[in-house]
């Protein structure tokens, strides 16, 4: 019924930027908070930055002034811009949303398959 899948990944050398896509699709009836996790080999997953309906974002410390988390409602798409690049970002990226069906009551979570980012040095 849902589907969220990301798009954008790929490899930089360090310094670099990316523009990280997620796309949600189905019988969507709204969208509450969207996420972009990492996972980097060997670890576990984390969260790297949120954003609510209404705009508010919130970010991880290690990429706080580097990355941006957009969001555009009427497209149920998120975006992470990621300036800077460094190779610790090395992971693969992953979407999450809070995502309410038409025809249903309260909001599922639902996740992308990922993207890999590869920052070399």
């Known amino acids: 019924q849902v589907r969220l899948v990301e798009s954008g990944g790929g490899l930089v050398q360090a310094g670099g930027s990316l523009r990280l896509s997620c796309a949600a699709s189905?019988?969507?009836?709204?969208?509450?908070?969207m996420r972009w996790y990492r996972q980097a080999p060997g670890k576990q997953r984390e969260l790297v930055a949120v954003i609510t309906s209404d705009g508010t974002t919130n970010y991880v410390d290690s990429v706080k002034g580097r990355v941006t988390i957009s969001r555009d409602n009427a497209k149920n798409t998120m975006w992470l811009q990621m300036n800077s690049l460094k190779p610790e970002d090395t992971a693969v990226y992953f979407c999450?949303?809070?995502?309410?069906?038409?025809?249903?009551?309260?909001?599922?979570?639902?996740w992308g398959q990922g993207t890999a980012v590869t920052v070399s040095s």
């Open positions: 189905g019988t969507i009836f709204s969208i509450n908070a």
């Open positions: 999450n949303a809070g995502i309410r069906v038409w025809g249903s009551v309260g909001h599922t979570d639902y």
